[in-house]
């Protein structure tokens, strides 16, 4: 469960405020509120359109637990301020009008933006019925509105989607380090899942520059077989590469043989660390 079950405490002491009657308001119409999901295994977001001001972004990526909100405005702000995300009860709820939760920065130039547990408590509120509202002052006091119609199956989807994401990002396997058995071009046990968990994020995201492939071999033997073994472990994982669908014209790199090792070559600990493939994905 991602979101977080706030107790009466968390209620009773929310503050009461006062919504103007002339400041600047937007909401979706009833009959046109949607919220709408992409997702795939690298990314979940849910969003909403405020007509006529912007959209409501919420977002999830693999590998991390962090729970991003971001408010895209059509037309950014011209000054900082301060904007209050409070909670809009719908008439037949009993939480009286108006409830603020927290504040938040709002920069000149830049969007509003929160993550993690702030984020939460907007999905908990939403999912509970309630509507979401800011409110801040530029040139004349704003208010727009998170409608809560057409939520909840928006919701779930959302959750299945953050359930199903990789539990790694682009940064966990952004330079992978492979390694391999001794006068072999079989890749050790942890390796064999380092490429899996390569290959895993690459059939969801292809979107690369360039694979660098580099090989590298221990000092055991003569120069001239260990480049030559250096190769044959580089061509072997270049063509599980292409196996998987990388366009071949995209992957770089070479083999090294037993030149650039980063540690000794006189025990079998060192020298299965010189003994590697080193994988860097460019975008």
């Not at 997702?39 to 007509?51: A, G, I, Q, R, Y």
């Not at 990526?61 to 719908?90: A, M, Q, R």
């Not at 072999?184 to 942890?190: A, C, F, V």
Request: aromatic share 14%; with cysteine; hydrophobic share 35%.
């Amino acid at each position: 469960m991602i979101y977080i079950k706030y107790t009466l405490i968390i209620l009773i002491t929310l503050i009461n405020f006062k919504i103007e009657a002339n400041m600047l308001k937007y909401e979706t119409q009833f009959k046109n509120s949607k919220w709408f999901n992409y997702s795939s295994k690298l990314s979940c977001t849910m969003t909403h359109e405020v007509d006529n001001f912007g959209t409501a972004i919420f977002n999830k990526i693999s590998g991390n637990n962090h729970y991003n909100f971001e408010f895209d405005f059509l037309i950014k702000p011209n000054s900082k301020t301060l904007s209050t995300v409070y909670v809009l009860p719908n008439h037949w709820q009993t939480l009286p009008q108006n409830y603020q939760l927290f504040d938040v920065e709002l920069y000149k130039g830049y969007n509003i933006s929160f993550e993690n547990d702030n984020v939460n408590l907007l999905l908990n509120y939403l999912e509970q019925g309630y509507k979401i509202g800011f409110v801040y002052n530029e040139r004349m006091k704003t208010n727009f509105i998170l409608s809560n119609i057409n939520f909840q199956q928006a919701y779930n989807e959302y959750k299945k989607c953050i359930n199903n994401l990789l539990p790694y990002s682009f940064e966990d396997i952004q330079q992978t380090i492979l390694h391999f058995d001794n006068n072999s071009l079989k890749l050790t046990k942890e390796s064999k899942k380092e490429l899996d968990k390569l290959l895993n994020y690459i059939k969801e995201d292809t979107d690369f520059d360039t694979i660098e492939i580099n090989s590298y071999s221990d000092s055991y033997g003569t120069r001239s077989k260990n480049l030559e073994i250096s190769k044959e472990r580089r061509n072997k994982i270049i063509q599980q590469f292409i196996n998987f669908g990388i366009n071949k014209n995209i992957i770089t790199g070479k083999s090294f043989g037993e030149r650039h090792f980063i540690t000794h070559n006189n025990t079998k600990e060192a020298r299965s660390q010189n003994r590697r493939i080193i994988i860097n994905l460019k975008k």
